[in-house]
C-alpha cells in the first residue's frame, strides 16, 4: 500500500545557536582571559616562593570590602543576563532597565575599589612597597580599568535597548557585549579569592 505524496513533511528540529555573540567577541575574550591568566600565574607562583611577605601584605587589605566588591559584580553579571533573556522575547526596553540596574550594582565595586585603592596609597602600601603590593597594583588595576570598559559596553547597550535597537531577531550585539561583562565578573571571581583570601 503506498503513502500518499500529499502527506506533511515530518517536523525538523529548529536549528539553534550554537554560541551567543560574534565569533569575533569570543576571540577577543578568550585573549583577554589569556592576559588575566598570565597575571595570575606570576601572582600566585611569586606567593610560593615568598608566603610569609604575601601573608603580611594580605593582613593590609580587608576581605569583607572584597566580598561585598564580589556582591557587586555578580549581581551586575546577573542583570546583564536577565537583561539578554529580555531582548530574546522582544522586550528591549525592559533590558534597558536593567543593564541601567546592573551598572549601579556594578558601581558599589567601583566605590570600594577606589576607595581601598586610596587608603593604601595613604598608607604607604604603593606599587614600589614590595612584590605582594607591586603585583596587586598591576592585577588589580589591569581589572579596574577593564571594569570602566565593560561600564561603558554596558551603557552603550542600555542606549540602544531604549531606542529599540535590539531585538530577537537582532541580539548578537547584545550578546556579545554581555559576554564581555561576564568575563570581567569571571576574573574577579578568581583575583578575590586569590588576593584576598588564599594564602
Given at each position: 500500500?503506498?503513502?500518499?505524496?500529499?502527506?506533511?513533511?515530518?517536523a525538523t528540529p529548529a536549528a539553534s545557536h550554537a554560541?551567543?555573540?560574534?565569533?569575533?567577541?569570543?576571540?577577543?575574550?578568550?585573549?583577554?582571559?589569556?592576559?588575566?591568566?598570565?597575571?595570575?600565574?606570576?601572582?600566585?607562583?611569586?606567593?610560593?616562593?615568598?608566603?610569609?611577605?604575601?601573608?603580611?601584605?594580605?593582613?593590609?587589605?580587608?576581605?569583607?570590602?572584597?566580598?561585598?566588591?564580589?556582591?557587586?559584580?555578580?549581581?551586575?553579571?546577573?542583570?546583564?543576563?536577565?537583561?539578554?533573556?529580555?531582548?530574546?522575547?522582544?522586550?528591549?526596553?525592559?533590558?534597558?532597565?536593567?543593564?541601567?540596574?546592573?551598572?549601579?550594582?556594578?558601581?558599589?565595586?567601583?566605590?570600594?575599589?577606589?576607595?581601598?585603592?586610596?587608603?593604601?596609597?595613604?598608607?604607604?602600601?604603593?606599587?614600589?612597597?614590595?612584590?605582594?603590593?607591586?603585583?596587586?597594583?598591576?592585577?588589580?588595576?589591569?581589572?579596574?580599568?577593564?571594569?570602566?570598559?565593560?561600564?561603558?559596553?554596558?551603557a552603550f547597550l542600555a542606549w540602544r535597548c531604549w531606542?529599540?535597537?535590539?531585538?530577537?531577531?537582532?541580539?548578537?550585539?547584545?550578546?556579545?557585549?554581555?559576554?564581555?561583562?561576564?568575563?570581567?565578573?569571571?576574573?574577579?571571581?578568581?583575583?578575590?579569592?586569590?588576593?584576598?583570601?588564599?594564602?
Amino acid at each position: 500500500m503506498s503513502t500518499s505524496s500529499n502527506a506533511p513533511p515530518l517536523a525538523t528540529p529548529a536549528a539553534s545557536h550554537a554560541l551567543p555573540g560574534d565569533l569575533a567577541m569570543w576571540i577577543f575574550i578568550l585573549a583577554e582571559l589569556a592576559a588575566f591568566t598570565l597575571f595570575i600565574i606570576a601572582f600566585s607562583v611569586t606567593q610560593m616562593l615568598y608566603p610569609q611577605l604575601f601573608q603580611a601584605g594580605r593582613a593590609a587589605l580587608d576581605p569583607s570590602t572584597g566580598f561585598a566588591m564580589t556582591v557587586g559584580l555578580l549581581t551586575s553579571g546577573f542583570l546583564a543576563a536577565l537583561a539578554v533573556e529580555r531582548v530574546r522575547v522582544n522586550q528591549a526596553r525592559q533590558a534597558a532597565m536593567l543593564l541601567v540596574a546592573a551598572i549601579v550594582s556594578a558601581m558599589v565595586y567601583v566605590v570600594l575599589k577606589i576607595s581601598e585603592y586610596t587608603h593604601l596609597a595613604q598608607a604607604g602600601f604603593d606599587l614600589e612597597y614590595n612584590m605582594f603590593f607591586t603585583l596587586y597594583w598591576l592585577l588589580t588595576l589591569f581589572h579596574f580599568l577593564h571594569v570602566w570598559l565593560g561600564l561603558l559596553v554596558l551603557a552603550f547597550l542600555a542606549w540602544r535597548c531604549w531606542r529599540l535597537g535590539f531585538s530577537a531577531d537582532k541580539r548578537s550585539g547584545m550578546e556579545s557585549g554581555v559576554m564581555y561583562w561576564h568575563m570581567i565578573d569571571l576574573a574577579w571571581v578568581i583575583i578575590f579569592p586569590l588576593v584576598y583570601l588564599l594564602g
